[in-house]
């Protein structure tokens, strides 16, 4: 994921003028909203994060392992910039997790090791929102676990959950964009032929300003809009399926 590195003063004033700004043009209901996606976000970053972990160590490099990430602590996992964006954004980003490709134990190439290791975030994200989605169905499709509750308490894990789902399949495909410094540059970077490869990866910073310009411009939505809702759809479908043959 993202590596930005700036100086904390500047990021805690630019952090907090844009959490300022967002809080008072949304008032009172984007403060609740706020806090109904924090469980959400906490959960995608944090899974996503530990995913690249797990998978380097599987893979031989205990880099991640020595520095503390092979865990489900939201502390080791959290960039407080990236975290705040990925509420009043709609994108951001979690502490990147470190890998040595020389430590890979030689099971596979370094270059298909890196695009699992990559991979493995999305895939987390996408796993973590089709059972949120069996939870929400489970919750409020085929039982009535919760007509105990309040009908605010209802709404509220209602909102929870779906948050929950909303992150994760964002981060997932968000993840997906082949474009530096995401996930899904990494990926394709093992399917390119040498020569495109060696081409990619001299002009990275042409890549990074076409993603500036993406997301500046709104052409992200456009793009990224249709695949979020297809696969959501997806997988409500299958969890509707599924249900529908043991109901």
Not at 124 to 151: E, K, P, R
């Amino acid at each position: 994921m993202f590596n930005f590195a700036f100086d904390k003063r500047t990021i805690i004033i630019v952090v907090g003028v844009i959490l300022a700004l967002w809080l008072v043009s949304v008032g009172t209901d984007g403060l609740l909203s706020l806090l109904l996606t924090i469980p959400g976000v906490l959960i995608a970053l944090t899974f996503h994060e530990f995913a690249h972990a797990y998978a380097a160590d599987k893979l031989g490099d205990d880099t991640a392992r020595i520095q503390g990430r092979l865990n489900l602590n939201p502390l080791s996992h959290i960039d407080p910039v990236g975290f705040v964006f990925l509420i009043v954004a709609g994108f951001g980003w979690g502490k990147p997790v470190q890998i040595d490709p020389r430590n890979f134990n030689g099971k596979y190439s370094i270059s298909k090791a890196e695009a699992i290791v990559s991979a493995a975030g999305p895939i987390m994200n996408f796993i973590l929102a089709f059972v949120f989605v069996i939870i929400y169905y489970v919750l409020f499709g085929v039982t009535d676990i919760l007509s105990g509750l309040s009908l605010q308490w209802q709404q509220i894990i209602y909102y929870v959950i779906m948050y929950t789902i909303s992150v994760n399949i964002g981060l997932g495909v968000f993840n997906l964009i082949p474009l530096p410094p995401l996930d899904g540059s990494k990926i394709l970077m093992h399917f390119l032929p040498y020569n495109a490869k060696q081409w990619f990866y001299n002009n990275q910073q042409i890549f990074y300003i076409i993603f500036v310009v993406i997301w500046i411009s709104g052409l992200s939505s456009v793009i990224l809009n249709p695949i979020f809702n297809a696969v959501l759809s997806g997988m409500s479908w299958l969890v509707a399926t599924i249900f529908g043959l043991f109901i």
